[in-house]
C-alpha cells in the first residue's frame, strides 16, 4: 500500500487527467451510452485484475491463507467463476504465488499474466474489454458478489462508517469501497501517467469515480453476514478463517450422528490440515487404508475390530466429502463427474458384506450365497428404505458407522448372525412405515 501522501498526489495527478482525457473522450463516454447496459464491453475479453503489492512482514497481504489458500487464489477462482479470459496481476515475478496462479488459470482455459507495475497492463487491455478488479485482501463468499458483478458495470460500496472500520478505502462522503469493481477496459490506458508502483486497484477506482462508473451499494443483509472481509494482516487472517470453515460447512441437509460428528471434527482440525498441506484426498485416502485394515482384521477373525475400524473409516469418508464442500464452494470449482459419496459409500458396503459373510457360522451345505443372502439383504434394505423415508431420518437407517458398530456389539457377544437378521429386519419394518405414510398422505 503507497503511503498517505504519496497516494494523495497521486489523486492529484489522477484529478488531473480530466482536463488532458477526459475532455476528449466526453463526446464518446457518458454514463448513460455506457452503462445502460451491462453487457457493455462483451464484444472483447472480460479481464481479471489481481494484485500482490502490499506487505504484511515478509510477504503480501495477497499472499496470506484462509484455508491453506492465499487471498488471491481465493480471487482468482471468483474471476474464473465470473468468466474472465484474461487475468493480470500486478506482481513480481519471482513471486512464489505465481505458478499457482498461473496452472489454476491456465487449467481453466484462461492466459495469465504477471506484470510488475500498473503501467504493465496497458498492453493487456483493449478498449473494447472489460475489467474486473479485487481489492488486495478481499475475501468474499462466491454467492454474494457474483450476482451483484454481473449485474453490469459499478463500483462496489458500502455504508462509510461500516467501510472505514472494516479498513476499506473512502469513495466519498457517504461511501466507502467494498473492494470490487466492474469497468471499462478503456479506463486503463489512463493510468499510463502514474507511478508504475501505485496500487493498482485504488487508482483504478479512482479513475472510475470520475469517469461516471456508477457505484452499487452493498444490502445490509450482505454485511451483516459477515462474508464480506478485508484481510490485512496474519491476526485477521486467522480470525476470518474460523468463520470462513464454519460457513463453508454448513447446509441445510439432515445430519446423522457421524456426519455431525465428522463436520465437528473438520472445523476443529481442518484449517491445521489444510495448511499442513492435507487435504479432502490424503483424508480419504486414510479412509480407505481403514476400510482396507479392517478387511486384514476380518480375515484373521478378528471381526469385531473390523466393523471398528470400518465404522472410522466411514467417518474419514464423510468428513473427506466436507473437504470437497469446502473446496468447491470456495474457488467456485464444478462437481466431479462422479459424486465422491457415492464412491465412498460402495466401497463401506463391499467392505461391511465381506466382514459379514466372512463371520458368518458355518452351517453344513452352506454355500457362499446362502452365506451372503443375509448381509446382501440387509445393504440393500438400507439403501432402499433410505431413499422413501424423509431426510431427517433416513440419515440414521443409512449411517453405516452406526451399523459397523452395532455389528461390532453383536460379534463381540458372539451373537452376530442373530444382529444381523434383527437389524435387517427393524430396518425393514421402518420402511413399511415410511411407505404407508406416504400412501396415506397421497390423495386417491
Do not use: K
Not at 63 to 68: I, N
Not at 106 to 119: I, K
Amino acid at each position: 500500500m503507497i503511503s498517505p501522501p504519496a497516494e494523495a498526489g497521486l489523486y492529484t495527478a489522477v484529478s488531473n487527467l480530466p482536463a488532458i482525457r477526459l475532455a476528449a473522450a466526453a463526446p464518446s463516454f457518458t454514463s448513460l451510452d455506457l452503462f445502460r447496459d451491462g453487457t457493455l464491453g462483451r464484444a472483447g475479453l472480460r479481464i481479471a485484475l489481481l494484485s500482490l503489492v502490499e506487505p504484511t512482514g515478509s510477504i503480501r497481504v495477497g499472499a496470506l491463507r484462509v484455508g491453506a489458500m492465499s487471498l488471491v487464489r481465493h480471487q482468482l477462482g471468483l474471476a474464473l467463476a465470473l468468466g474472465c479470459e484474461r487475468v493480470i496481476c500486478v506482481a513480481a515475478s519471482s513471486d512464489p504465488e505465481m505458478p499457482i496462479l498461473r496452472d489454476a488459470a491456465e487449467d481453466a482455459g484462461a492466459s495469465f499474466h504477471a506484470v510488475p507495475g500498473v503501467r504493465g497492463m496497458l498492453g493487456l487491455v483493449s478498449v473494447a474489454d472489460e475489467v474486473v478488479a479485487f481489492a488486495e485482501g478481499l475475501l468474499v463468499w462466491p454467492e454474494l458478489i457474483l450476482p451483484l458483478i454481473e449485474a453490469g458495470p459499478c463500483i462496489l460500496a458500502q455504508p462509510v462508517e461500516r467501510g472505514l472500520a472494516a479498513g476499506f478505502e473512502r469513495l466519498d462522503a457517504a461511501h466507502a469501497s467494498a473492494g470490487a469493481m466492474r469497468v471499462p477496459g478503456r479506463l486503463i490506458e489512463r493510468l499510463a501517467p502514474l507511478p508504475d508502483d501505485a496500487d493498482p486497484y485504488s487508482i483504478l477506482q479512482r479513475v472510475a469515480l470520475q469517469s461516471g462508473v456508477p457505484q452499487r451499494l452493498l444490502g445490509e443483509d450482505v454485511l451483516a453476514a459477515g462474508r464480506w472481509q478485508l484481510v490485512r494482516g496474519e491476526e485477521d487472517a486467522h480470525a476470518v478463517e474460523v468463520a470462513w470453515f464454519r460457513q463453508h460447512t454448513l447446509g441445510d441437509e439432515a445430519l446423522g450422528p457421524t456426519a455431525r460428528l465428522a463436520r465437528r471434527g473438520v472445523r476443529v482440525i481442518g484449517p491445521a490440515l489444510l495448511h499442513a498441506g492435507s487435504g479432502g484426498t490424503v483424508v480419504a485416502m486414510a479412509g480407505g487404508v481403514l476400510a482396507g485394515l479392517g478387511l486384514v482384521m476380518g480375515w484373521f477373525s478378528l471381526v469385531a475390530t473390523g466393523f471398528v475400524l470400518a465404522a472410522g473409516a466411514w467417518a474419514l469418508f464423510l468428513s473427506a466429502s466436507l473437504f470437497g464442500r469446502v473446496e468447491r464452494r470456495s474457488m467456485r470449482l464444478a462437481r466431479p463427474s462422479v459424486e465422491p459419496m457415492l464412491i465412498y459409500a460402495a466401497t463401506l458396503d463391499v467392505v461391511l458384506a465381506l466382514l459379514m459373510v466372512w463371520s458368518q457360522t458355518d452351517r453344513a451345505g452352506a454355500g457362499l450365497g446362502h452365506r451372503a443372502f443375509a448381509p446382501v439383504m440387509l445393504l440393500g434394505l438400507m439403501r432402499l428404505v433410505g431413499r422413501v423415508m424423509p431426510r431427517a431420518r433416513a440419515v440414521w437407517v443409512e449411517d453405516r458407522a452406526l451399523l459397523a458398530l452395532v455389528l461390532a456389539g453383536g460379534a463381540l457377544m458372539g451373537w452376530l448372525d442373530g444382529t444381523i437378521l434383527t437389524v435387517a429386519a427393524v430396518i425393514l419394518g421402518v420402511g413399511l412405515h415410511a411407505v404407508r405414510s406416504l400412501v396415506q398422505l397421497t390423495p386417491p
